[in-house]
């Protein structure tokens, strides 16, 4: 093992005595490292440190001449270093932080994504506040009644879950939770039953607006034996939090997806809740997924497992069809007495022959109708718009051509609004400037059209379409939690859609053509998973809810929405990715870099034996110095050889990190390609 050579500095003691028992300290520094430096040093322990220097503890030693953070692992008698080993410069905190769990835990995380340790443990470990250290609890409150559980009796073997939950039983689920369902109130009662067993519970979901509905699910049955761990509280209530649960204090956490590292004391459940967002995979190295982390917590540990959501990703359909997971689904019958009524446009011949524009106007009568329902008799509408913005996107009236900017080429768009009494003239997305006097280039035309309309555009529509009802937009400016159960139109954003009292009478799902043909991978499960969560707002069919869908009635997603079948779409998408061989069925790495970078990492790469190498292709990006175009190398395996993808791109890095070669970027599974 490495060890930390010695270096005397002004003021330094010239006199240590090494510790008695175990005066070797291997410990794992807290700063960014080369890939080939991935390993813990070892450090000799002075006999003032004895007591406190245990492992899991924080630390400060000599690394590179700098004074730096780090965690000790453990304590050994002898060291493989030959030279005169470094001195452990002092204890930060005696609070063991670094479990065993948690560091076996990190070590498989990096493993499988072909990371580094000491990446993941900074995902995984907040910073220090010694206040919260004072401040945290440390005693565990009394285990909590079993709850009533009546609502899991809608669902197949739902009741036979939650008495396998506490019984401790490792019940492993892909729940799929009925429209109109309140689900942090049914998570919320797993995690009680959980911990009325005694043992832990993790909750992970999207975004802070469905973590302040479990909040206040979890509190009403569970009091102060649950906390949150999320960046919106301030690092030293978090880590006040984090050590409660580290402690044992807390028995329930929930949280976003830094949560899916929580030290949860006995882990009895692990619930990832809508794990197709994509919010839930970390956007920092090596860029984990709460889904996955979790489900390996969750094998690694024993406990019980939930993946649930409206929709089902092609990845939860995996862990059915595997048999490692099994269904939480209700009887079709109460699926359509609680699912809204949905209709795309084109699958109604008699509303088609009515409106022969039906398929190309933004609102087409069926829409109009349900909105005019909804809001008679009292109820609020939801109108899902893909685009923000007034009109984000604009043409040449009459060649079609994109209209674009004369000073760096961006696209053109009109911000919406007035100034000095006139509407704004159209703006570059790019540099700002105004186009106040278009020219076409191809054609010479003066006219721009709108080629994509935004929530703002929309909305104003709507107002002067249904006067005299309030119209209200949610999205990235401002996003609504909540709206009360009165006449108004909703206009929101894909995934910014607030929860209306009592539902919503009808949802409008406007240019589904958008959503579909976004160029990757997942669009067509991206843009159901939208539908779905925002259909599932609506009240049911028997009540006069209506969910109307601007996309063409033959699609399979369109299909999967008007039937309320999502477990069906999942598995056509499973089969379709296994047949092109993207994941889940195939595990594949993204490589980034310049060309001669990755040439020489797959001249040095060791790769599995499936492996299939494609590309490279251009980015259209240069590296930081501007000399050399980046491409991106795409090498997928079968499931099976994942792990060993990942450590032998790891180890080919490694041996480039050595060199002092520039470091390429790698990711596994990335979803911004897929």
């Known amino acids: 093992?490495?060890?930390?050579?010695?270096?005397?500095?002004?003021?330094?003691?010239?006199e240590r005595t090494a510790a008695a028992n175990n005066p070797v300290a291997r410990v794992m520094v807290d700063v960014p490292l080369p890939v080939h430096l991935d390993r813990p040093f070892d450090y000799r322990v002075p006999d003032r440190l004895d007591a406190d220097a245990q492992?899991?503890?924080?630390?400060?030693?000599?690394?590179?001449?700098?004074?730096?953070?780090?965690?000790l692992l453990e304590r050994n008698e002898t060291t493989d270093f030959k030279g005169n080993l470094a001195w452990l410069e002092r204890v930060s905190s005696p609070e063991p932080v670094l479990t065993p769990e948690m560091l076996s835990q990190a070590q498989a995380v990096a493993?499988?994504?072909?990371?580094?340790?000491?990446?993941?443990?900074?995902?995984?470990?907040?910073?220090?506040?010694?206040?919260?250290?004072?401040?945290?609890?440390?005693?565990?409150?009394?285990a909590p009644e079993r709850p009533e559980t009546t609502a899991w009796q809608r669902y197949q073997h739902g009741?036979?879950?939650?008495?396998?939950?506490?019984?401790?039983?490792?019940?492993?689920?892909?729940?799929?939770?009925?429209?109109?369902?309140?689900?942090?109130?049914?998570?919320?009662?797993?995690?009680?039953?959980?911990?009325?067993?005694?043992?832990?519970?993790?909750?992970?979901?999207?975004?802070?607006?469905?973590?302040?509905?479990?909040?206040r699910a979890c509190s009403a049955l569970l009091g102060d034996d649950v906390v949150t761990l999320t960046a919106d509280s301030g690092p030293a209530e978090r880590y006040k939090h984090w050590l409660a649960a580290?402690?044992?204090?807390a028995r329930v956490v929930i949280g976003t997806r830094a949560a899916m590292f929580a030290p949860v004391r006995d882990l009895g459940l692990a619930v990832v809740w809508d794990d197709g967002d994509d919010l839930h995979s970390y956007p920092q190295v090596p860029y984990p997924h709460t889904r996955d982390v979790l489900t390996q917590r969750a094998h690694?540990?024993?406990?019980?497992?939930?993946?649930?959501?409206?929709?089902?990703?092609?990845?939860?359909?995996?862990?059915?069809?595997?048999?490692?997971?099994?269904?939480?689904?209700?009887?079709?019958?109460?699926?359509?007495?609680?699912?809204?009524?949905?209709?795309?446009?084109?699958?109604?011949?008699?509303?088609?022959?009515?409106?022969?524009?039906?398929?190309?106007?933004?609102?087409?009568?069926?829409?109009?109708?349900?909105?005019?329902?909804?809001?008679?008799?009292?109820?609020?509408?939801?109108v899902q718009v893909p685009r923000r913005g007034y009109v984000p996107a604009l043409a040449c009236g009459d060649c079609r051509e994109r209209a674009r900017c004369r000073r760096c080429a961006g696209p053109l768009a009109l911000p919406g609004g007035t100034e000095?009494?006139?509407?704004?003239?159209?703006?570059?997305?790019?540099?700002?400037?105004?186009?106040?006097?278009?020219?076409?280039?191809?054609?010479?035309?003066?006219?721009?059209?709108?080629?994509?309309?935004?929530?703002?555009?929309?909305?104003?529509?709507?107002?002067?379409?249904?006067?005299?009802?309030?119209?209200?937009?949610?999205?990235?400016?401002?996003?609504?939690?909540?709206?009360?159960?009165?006449?108004?139109?909703?206009?929101?954003?894909?995934?910014?859609?607030?929860?209306?009292?009592?539902?919503?009478?009808?949802?409008?799902?406007?240019?589904?053509?958008t959503l579909l043909g976004r160029p990757e991978l997942r669009a067509s499960e991206t843009a159901l998973r939208l539908w779905f969560s925002a259909a599932a707002l609506v009240r049911p069919g028997s009540e006069g809810g209506r969910v109307v869908v601007m996309a063409e009635s033959s699609l399979q997603p369109v299909q999967a929405?008007?039937?309320?079948?999502?477990?069906?779409?999942?598995?056509?998408?499973?089969?379709?990715?296994?047949?092109?061989?993207?994941?889940?069925?195939?595990?594949?790495?993204?490589?980034?870099?310049?060309?001669?970078?990755?040439?020489?990492?797959?001249?040095?790469?060791?790769?599995?034996?499936?492996?299939?190498?494609?590309?490279?292709?251009?980015?259209?990006?240069?590296?930081?110095?501007?000399?050399?175009?980046?491409?991106?190398?795409?090498?997928?395996?079968?499931?099976?050889?994942g792990r060993a993808l990942a450590d032998s791109l790891h180890a080919a890095q490694a041996i480039r990190a050595a060199r002092k070669a520039t470091e390429l970027q790698v990711r596994l599974d990335p979803l911004e390609m897929l």
């Open 300 to 382: 690694t540990a024993g406990a019980a497992l939930i993946v649930g959501g409206f929709a089902r990703t092609a990845e939860a359909a995996l862990l059915v069809e595997s048999g490692w997971t099994h269904e939480l689904v209700a009887h079709r019958n109460d699926v359509r007495a609680a699912a809204p009524r949905v209709t795309s446009i084109g699958e109604d011949d008699t509303q088609l022959a009515r409106d022969p524009a039906a398929r190309a106007a933004r609102l087409p009568s069926v829409g109009f109708e349900a909105a005019r329902a909804a809001l008679k008799i009292g109820a609020p509408v939801l």
């Open 561 to 641: 929405l008007v039937r309320w079948d999502p477990s069906w779409y999942a598995a056509q998408e499973l089969a379709e990715r296994a047949e092109l061989g993207f994941p889940p069925a195939r595990r594949v790495a993204a490589v980034d870099g310049t060309p001669d970078a990755i040439e020489a990492l797959l001249d040095s790469a060791d790769l599995p034996a499936s492996a299939e190498v494609l590309g490279p292709v251009p980015l259209g990006e240069v590296d930081e110095d501007g000399s050399s175009e980046r491409e991106r190398l795409i090498v997928r395996v079968e499931r099976t050889e």
């Open 159 to 215: 009741q036979s879950y939650l008495d396998a939950l506490h019984a401790g039983r490792p019940a492993r689920a892909v729940w799929q939770a009925l429209p109109g369902e309140d689900w942090p109130a049914r998570l919320a009662e797993a995690a009680a039953t959980t911990a009325s067993a005694g043992r832990g519970a993790l909750i992970v979901v999207p975004d802070h607006r469905d973590l302040k509905r479990l909040h």
């Open 246 to 249: 580290l402690r044992g204090a």
């Open 1 to 14: 093992m490495a060890g930390a050579q010695p270096r005397k500095r002004k003021g330094e003691e010239t």
């Open 420 to 513: 000095d009494g006139m509407p704004k003239p159209a703006a570059c997305n790019w540099c700002g400037a105004a186009e106040a006097a278009f020219k076409c280039p191809q054609c010479g035309s003066r006219r721009l059209r709108a080629i994509a309309v935004g929530a703002g555009r929309t909305a104003e529509e709507l107002g002067r379409a249904f006067p005299g009802f309030p119209v209200r937009t949610s999205g990235a400016g401002e996003i609504l939690a909540d709206v009360p159960a009165k006449p108004a139109l909703i206009v929101c954003t894909p995934g910014a859609e607030p929860v209306a009292d009592g539902g919503y009478g009808a949802a409008l799902l406007l240019d589904g053509r």
């Open 55 to 71: 492992p899991g503890c924080r630390v400060r030693v000599r690394f590179r001449g700098k004074l730096v953070d780090g965690y």
């Open 111 to 142: 493993h499988r994504y072909g990371g580094m340790l000491a990446d993941v443990l900074r995902l995984a470990i907040p910073p220090r506040s010694a206040a919260a250290e004072k401040s945290a609890r440390s005693e565990p409150l009394p």
